[in-house]
Structure formats: C-alpha cells, structure tokens
C-alpha cells in the first residue's frame, strides 16, 4: 500500500445519489449549493471533492454533463482541491448516461464502480413520513428490485472512452469481489498504478461495516496490489466516523460527506459537508497525524493537474 507518510488524504462527497431532499434541508441541490459546498469541504481541509448533479427543480440525481458545468469551473476557480466527477450517478442509470461527465469535461480523476450488485436505498422510506417530491419514494422503493449494474463490459467501455484524456479513476470496491474484478483489469494492463481503491462499507448489498469486513478488505487488497495502491474508506450512515477513525489508524485515506451520511452524530443532522470534513480531520489530528494536500495527493495518485482538465 503506498501512502504519504504520517499524512492522511480526505475526499468529501458532497451530495451523490443516495439521499433524497426531504431527508435534509442541508443536502446540496442547486449548482450554487454544490459549489459553495465543495469549496467549503476544500477549506476545511479535503483534499478531492467527489461530485454528483441534481436537477435543481427537485433535487432527482443527473448525470447531464450541462448541470456539472454550472458547478464544476466555480469551484476549480476558488480552490486546489481535486475534482472528482461520478460515473456512477445513480442505480437506475445505465453505463452510457453515466459516463458523459467525465468524457466531457475530462477531470483529474473519476469514480468507477468495479461491479454490479443490489444496492438497497428501499430501508430508508421506513425513516421518513412525507416527502416533498413524489419521485423520490418511487425512486426508494425501486432499490428493492434492481441491480446497480457495472458488468465487465461496461468497466472497460468507462475505461477505454476515457482513456485519452488522462482522467484517473477511483475505483469503488463494494466487496471482496469488486477488488478481484480490479485485479482482473490490472492483468489485462487497462488500468494502471498508482490504484487509488475506494473501498466501500453499509450500503444495503455490498460488504458490513464490521471492523473485521474493513480489515479484510484491506487484506486483500494488499494481497492483489502490494505497494501498487492506495487505500481509501468510506463507511455509510452511522459508520461513517468509526470507519474513517479505523483506516487512519491503519495507515489508509478516508471519504466523508452528505453523500454517505447525512448525520453528524445520532440526532443531529450535519449542517454541512465542511463540518464533517472538520470532524474527521480532528480524528486524524487527534491520532497525530497531518491531513494532505491536494498538491500531495496528486503527486501521491499521479494526476494530470487542474490545468489538464476541460473546464
């Protein structure tokens, strides 16, 4: 596993494609939200920015390349941090939706998820009584009766499309499996190190956040990558700190953001994704540890440069 020593890299994810907006009024939803969201997450002390676009009507996820332009040159204008643009978007979308952001605008770096799953958000419609928008309970329930698909086929067309362009990618690893499928496409020499691996812990259809799913995602993957990785986490709802508390201490990278969880501790709702982000750096200070730059974390994930994108 490489990593910067003594130094930890925070990602924050500002709004994704889990919550819906009756769940917080805090969630970021228009271009001007997300923006001023993901600068504040900068100046807190993030490093990357994971980015997702909302119809600014109503708050449904998009994956319209037009909506992430509104957002996407504000922030490189008015911070360093690393910009990092889905192609996941969300479960109901297919491959080709999904992927236009990124061959568009061509960012440093990029999700890509490394396999197909069930990916249950349908739990959620039991927390809450009334929603603002009638898509948003249709799109809950139909969780229950889909798979988040992310076939071999579809990882290498988001791999291919985009390889002229100098985009690196997050790969998110929902379980064991997902760093085998990795592992497949280093083999083949479609991807390249350094590999930035996001692994993933909660979400309804992927691996726990038991401290032993954590420990043994890490296992594995310094099994199949020995120093040819670095390790992220990100721990979903309630998980969210305690994951990120235990893969500092292991010498790995954390994710934090409304994205993941839209609590800041049980009962109290986060106000922003730069309180969380202030949250966990405490963590990571507290362990004496320092967080890393964006400079640092670019020359530790061999990025391109915000001068290089196409925006």
């Known amino acids: 596993m490489k990593n910067i020593k003594g130094k930890v890299i925070i990602t924050c994810a500002v709004t994704g494609g889990v919550h819906t907006p009756s769940m917080s009024e805090f969630l970021p939803i228009t271009a001007s939200e997300i923006s001023n969201a993901a600068i504040g997450a900068v100046n807190a002390g993030a490093s990357i920015v994971h980015l997702h676009a909302r119809n600014p009507q109503n708050g449904k996820p998009t994956q319209d390349p037009a909506l992430f332009r509104d957002f996407v040159g504000e922030i490189k204008a008015n911070c360093d941090g690393i910009i990092n643009l889905t192609t996941g978007g969300a479960p109901s979308m ?52 889909v ?16 390889s002229d362009n100098g985009t690196r990618f997050e790969f998110e690893c929902y379980d064991t499996a997902h760093l085998y499928n990795l592992a497949h496409f280093l083999d083949r020499k479609l991807v390249t190190p350094p590999l930035f691996v996001q692994t993933v812990f ?36 309630r998980a969210q700190m305690p994951i990120a508390s235990f893969a500092a201490a292991n010498g790995g990278n954390v994710r934090v953001g409304l994205e993941d969880s839209l609590w800041n501790r049980p009962g109290e709702l986060a106000h922003s994704n730069a309180e969380q982000v202030s949250r966990v750096r405490q963590i990571i200070e507290g362990l004496s540890l320092e967080v890393a730059t964006p400079q640092e974390a670019r020359q530790l994930l061999a990025l391109k440069g915000a001068n290089q994108v196409g925006f």
């Open 94 to 145: 297919l491959v080709e939706e999904r992927l236009q952001p990124a061959l568009q605008l061509k960012p440093e770096l990029a999700s890509l998820n490394m396999g197909s799953m069930n990916f249950g958000l349908f739990p959620m419609l039991g927390r809450y009584k009334e929603f603002k928008h009638a898509w948003e309970p249709e799109y809950l329930e139909g969780t229950r009766d």
């Open 147 to 162: 798979v988040f698909r992310n076939t071999f086929k579809d990882i290498e067309h988001i791999l291919q499309s985009c």
């Open 202 to 237: 909660g979400i309804l259809g992927g691996i726990g956040p038991h401290p032993e799913d954590v420990a043994h995602m890490k296992r594995t993957a310094d099994r199949l990558f020995g120093d040819e990785f670095v390790w992220s986490v990100l721990g979903a709802g």
